[in-house]
């Protein structure tokens, strides 16, 4: 099993949708938890960090659920912007940072 | 610019050549990782340091793949004897041990990989 495992998509959703994307992990002992942005052929751009109470920026929320294993991210007000894959990712035994394969958003007009 | 930088940005090389990548990391940051992404896929971690020492490296990073951190900024990573399936994004970041952005990971442009 993955340590890390996202719902690759796409989503395709149109411009104002509001959509949400999960990820699940594995090893309940996991520590800190992370969204990143990739556009096509760039790096990853860390968009925010996950906290167990929550995080919130702009239209963009995350929330952490240790009983379920999962994190998820709610972007609000879609912009074609947005359109990116998405990659959760969490540091886990040794300081391993592990993510998974990314979701695919496209925000149509 | 203060963010991290990867050196060359692209590399093209045949089978059986060995290749090295550079990686300058945010200057106050202690830690350092590399991954490797191909497509359709998330950066796989290959291994990290703190500092100079190396802590940890993947299990599936073969014995053709080296790294060193020599004075614990910039970082190389060797691959020899290289394979087809060697080809890949080869992604650097780095992370601070401190506040702010505890364990926050900042990634370079990376290095593309092509192994004819």
């Known amino acids: 099993r993955k340590e890390v495992e996202q719902d690759p998509g796409p989503f395709n959703v149109p411009e104002g949708a509001t959509v949400a994307f999960n990820c699940t992990y594995s090893?309940?002992?996991?520590?800190?938890f992370f969204w990143y942005r990739q556009d096509c052929r760039k790096e990853p751009k860390l968009l925010m960090s996950v906290y167990s109470s929550g995080n919130e920026d702009g239209r963009f929320t995350a929330q952490l659920n240790r009983a379920s294993q999962y994190i998820s991210l709610l972007i609000r007000d879609s912009k074609l912007s947005d359109s990116a894959t998405y990659l959760c990712?969490?540091?886990?035994?040794?300081?391993?940072?592990?993510f998974g394969s990314g979701t695919k958003l496209n925000v149509k007009p | 610019d203060t963010g991290v930088s990867q050196n060359p940005r692209h590399k093209i090389t045949k089978r059986g050549q060995n290749v090295t990548f550079r990686c300058d990391p945010i200057s106050e940051h202690n830690r350092l990782y590399w991954y490797r992404q191909t497509l359709g896929q998330g950066p796989e971690f290959l291994t990290y340091f703190q500092n100079e020492a190396q802590l940890e490296k993947s299990r599936l990073l073969s014995d053709r793949f080296s790294a060193e951190r020599p004075k614990g900024s910039f970082s190389t990573l060797e691959i020899q004897r290289t394979e087809q399936g060697d080809s890949a994004m080869y992604l650097c970041?780095?992370?601070?041990?401190?506040?702010?952005?505890?364990?926050?990971?900042?990634f370079g442009p990376g290095t593309r990989l092509t192994v004819l």
């Open positions: 990712g969490n540091l886990g035994n040794f300081n391993k940072f592990y």
């Open positions: 090893n309940s002992a996991s520590q800190s």
């Open positions: 970041a780095s992370s601070s041990r401190d506040s702010p952005g505890y364990n926050e990971q900042f």
